[in-house]
């Protein structure tokens, strides 16, 4: 067996044992509901921020100019 060939077994060992791990590790985080709970506690700051930015999104896209330019249009103040 050439040196190259000896290498590409060893990655592909390697990728699949990694891939084995992390399988594992994840069905653990996901049976455990006491690990469930302390994740989504761990999300709930990215989702504040997320919907902090997201509140502000209509006026950054230009919201207030589009209902400016709606209202004269109909007529309407």
């Given amino acids: ?3 190259s060939r000896r290498i590409y077994s060893m990655f592909m060992n390697a990728a699949a044992a990694h891939a084995g791990w992390d399988y594992e590790t994840s069905m653990s985080i996901l049976r ?4 469930i709970i302390i994740l989504g506690l761990m999300l709930l700051p990215a989702l504040m921020v997320t919907l902090a930015f ?3 999104l209509p006026g950054t896209l230009g ?3 589009l209902t400016a330019l709606n ?3 109909t007529g309407s103040s």
Avoid: H, P, V
Wanted: charged share 45%; net charge positive; no cysteine.
């Fill in 71 to 73: 209202s004269i249009q």
């Fill in 63 to 65: 919201a207030r100019r």
């Fill in 32 to 35: 455990d509901k006491k690990k």
């Fill in 1 to 3: 067996m050439s040196l």
């Fill in 54 to 56: 997201a509140a502000d």
